[in-house]
C-alpha cells in the first residue's frame, strides 16, 4: 500500500470524474469528457495525451461499446495502462550474462541520484548480487563521502577518485576493470549532475559511456535516469535532453511520495518509449520499488 501513498492529489482531481461517471448517460457525454479532459490535465498527463485517452473513450461510447459508468472508467485505467506499457513493459533490469554487468545512474543534482543508486545497491545486494561502487560524481564535493556511507550501509565496495581533478571517466573506468579482474557481477556507477558549468555535463558523460565501453564492450547495460517525479511536466525536456545525448534504458522517478502528479509518469514514458524500473517512494533503504504499471493505475483512479 505504502508504494503509491503519494498521489493523493491527483486521486482526488480524478475522484471528481467517478462521480459524474457515477451518473452518467449519454446525453451527458460531453460534459463529462470535458471533465475527465480537465483532470487529465491538471493531473499533467499532459494535453497530447488527455486529448488521446478523451477522443478514444468518445469514439467507444458513440459506437456503443460503452454502455456505463463503470465500463468508461475500465477503459480508461486501461488504456492508461496501455500507455504505460506498450512500448514494452521490461521494468526487470536488463545485464546480460557478461560480468560484470555495468549499470550507470544519470540525472540533475537534487533529484535523487544518489540515493537511488543506494538503494538500488542494498536492493541487489538483498538478491545475492556482488555490487561495486563508483563514485562518478567528481564535480560535487560531498557526492563521493554521501556515495561511501552507502557503500557502508549496503557493505558494498566502492571506487573513489583519488586526488582533486580525477575526471569522472577514469574514475568509471578504473571500476570497471577492477570489477572485471575480482569477480564482481554489477558495477553500478554514479554520474555527475551539474547543470552549469564550462566543461559540459553531457560531453562528460558520453565520455564516461565511451570510458565504459573501452573496459567492456557493449557495457553500460543500463543507463538509468533518475527524474524528480514532483517535477511534474517539467521533467520531459529535461528527460529528451539525456535520452538524446547518452541513450537512456530505463527511468527511475523518485519522490513520487510526496506531491508527485501521476500524469507525469505518463506522459514520460509515452513520450520517450523508454520504460519505468524503479520508483522512490520514500527516503528509507527500502524505498526503491520495481514499477508496478498495474498498481500505479489502481492506486491513481481508486
Ligand atoms: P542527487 O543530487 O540527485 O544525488 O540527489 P540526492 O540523492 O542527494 O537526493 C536529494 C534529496 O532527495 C535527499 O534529501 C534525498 O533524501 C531525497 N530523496 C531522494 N529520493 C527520494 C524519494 O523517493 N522520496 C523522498 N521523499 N525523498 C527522496
Request: with cysteine; proline share 2%.
Amino acid at each position: 500500500e505504502k508504494v503509491f501513498s503519494g498521489f493523493s492529489k491527483t486521486r482526488e482531481n480524478l475522484a471528481v470524474v467517478d462521480e459524474l461517471l457515477l451518473y452518467w448517460n449519454l446525453a451527458d457525454t460531453d460534459r463529462v469528457l470535458d471533465e475527465l479532459e480537465e483532470a487529465l490535465l491538471v493531473s499533467d498527463f499532459g494535453p497530447r495525451i488527455s486529448f488521446k485517452i478523451v477522443d478514444c473513450l468518445r469514439e467507444d461510447i458513440l459506437a456503443g461499446k460503452l454502455k456505463s459508468g463503470s465500463e468508461i472508467k475500465e477503459a480508461l485505467k486501461r488504456s492508461v495502462l496501455q500507455l504505460l506499457t506498450s512500448k514494452g513493459n521490461k521494468s526487470d533490469l536488463q545485464l546480460g550474462f557478461r560480468k560484470p554487468a555495468v549499470i550507470m545512474v544519470v540525472g540533475v543534482n537534487g533529484g535523487g541520484k544518489t540515493t537511488s543508486l543506494g538503494k538500488l545497491a542494498c536492493r541487489l545486494k538483498n538478491e545475492g548480487v556482488k555490487v561495486l561502487l563508483a563514485a562518478g560524481d567528481t564535480f560535487r564535493a560531498a557526492a563521493s563521502e554521501q556515495l561511501e556511507v552507502w557503500a557502508e550501509r549496503t557493505g558494498s565496495e566502492i571506487v573513489v577518485a583519488e586526488g582533486d581533478k580525477v575526471k569522472a571517466a577514469s574514475v568509471l573506468s578504473q571500476a570497471v576493470r577492477k570489477g572485471k579482474e575480482q569477480g564482481y557481477d554489477v558495477v553500478l556507477c554514479d554520474t555527475s549532475g551539474r547543470l552549469h558549468t564550462n566543461y559540459s555535463l553531457m560531453e562528460e558523460l558520453v565520455a564516461c559511456k565511451k570510458a565504459v565501453a573501452k573496459v567492456i564492450p557493449r557495457a553500460p547495460n543500463e543507463i538509468l535516469l533518475v527524474l524528480d517525479g514532483t517535477t511534474g511536466l517539467n521533467m520531459l525536456p529535461q528527460a529528451r535532453e539525456f535520452n538524446e545525448v547518452v541513450g537512456i534504458t530505463g527511468l527511475i522517478l523518485t519522490k513520487l511520495d510526496g506531491s508527485a502528479r501521476g500524469g507525469c509518469v505518463v506522459s514520460v514514458v509515452d513520450e520517450l518509449g523508454i520504460p519505468v524500473k524503479f520508483v522512490g517512494v520514500g527516503e528509507g533503504v527500502d524505498d526503491l520499488q520495481p514499477f508496478d504499471a498495474e498498481a500505479f493505475v489502481d492506486a491513481i483512479f481508486s
